[in-house]
T-cell receptor
């Protein structure tokens, strides 16, 4: 069965450019999460979508970061005017809901901002 | 606010030795607890989870963890380490109506 997929797997960009990262969750999963993992760090929560509810954006580090989820499925994380400190692995996860439900992770997108 | 503390950013054990990775949480109500593993250059996968059933939880690859409410701990153990266990391990906590709170992770190093 298909798991969570993310694209691209690697992205190198120049400072100041915009980037879009894509996540395809597991079919039927209502919850979708974006995390950032910097070198040697744990997971930093960015944003969370649950069904048709308004997303929880409390983890977005600045207004350069935004995300949307179309049709309750695919999600795109957009970083505008990238900075070198945005370099990290961006992980997407999906689950059937909250609480006790396991989150299934994609392989991540490694973003390098030069 | 909930928080998760993993003691030791790096733990080194010899092959065949006991693995013990520590996780303590702060929570005012009984939580759900998770251990995830991240192998090099891969995404995270669930090792095991505690959801208020048995306090001793068995997971994949011979790992287990015990929920101790009095100590607010959920330490991960494996009786005998294997080279393939080298990875980063993350502890996480959640409640019924919210997302996971993650620990900073512990890198497990296996010495031959």
């Amino acid at each position: 069965g298909a798991g969570v997929s993310q694209s691209p797997s690697n992205k190198v960009t120049e400072k100041g450019k915009d980037v879009e990262l894509r996540c395809d969750p597991i079919s039927g999963h209502t919850a979708l999460y974006w995390y950032r993992q910097s070198l040697g760090q744990g997971l930093e929560f960015l944003i969370y979508f649950q069904g048709n509810s308004a997303p929880d954006k409390s983890g977005l580090p600045s207004d350069r970061f935004s995300a949307e989820r179309t049709g309750g499925s695919v999600s795109t994380l957009t970083i505008q005017r990238t900075q070198q400190e945005d370099s990290a692995v961006y992980l997407c996860a999906s689950s059937q809901g909250l609480g006790s439900n396991e989150q299934f992770f994609g392989p991540g997108t490694r973003l390098t901002v030069l | 606010a909930q928080s998760v503390t993993q003691l030791g950013s790096h733990v080194s054990v010899s092959e065949g030795a006991l693995v013990l990775l520590r996780c303590n949480y702060s929570s005012s109500v009984p939580p759900y607890l998770f251990w995830y593993v991240q192998y090099p250059n891969q995404g995270l996968q669930l090792l095991l989870k505690y959801t208020s059933a048995a306090t001793l939880v068995k997971g994949i690859n011979g790992f287990e963890a015990e929920f101790k409410k009095s100590e607010t701990s959920f330490h991960l153990t494996k009786p005998s380490a294997h080279m393939s266990d080298a990875a980063e391990y993350f502890c996480a906590v959640s409640h019924s109506n919210y997302q996971l709170i993650w620990g900073a992770g512990t890198k497990l190093i296996i010495k031959p």
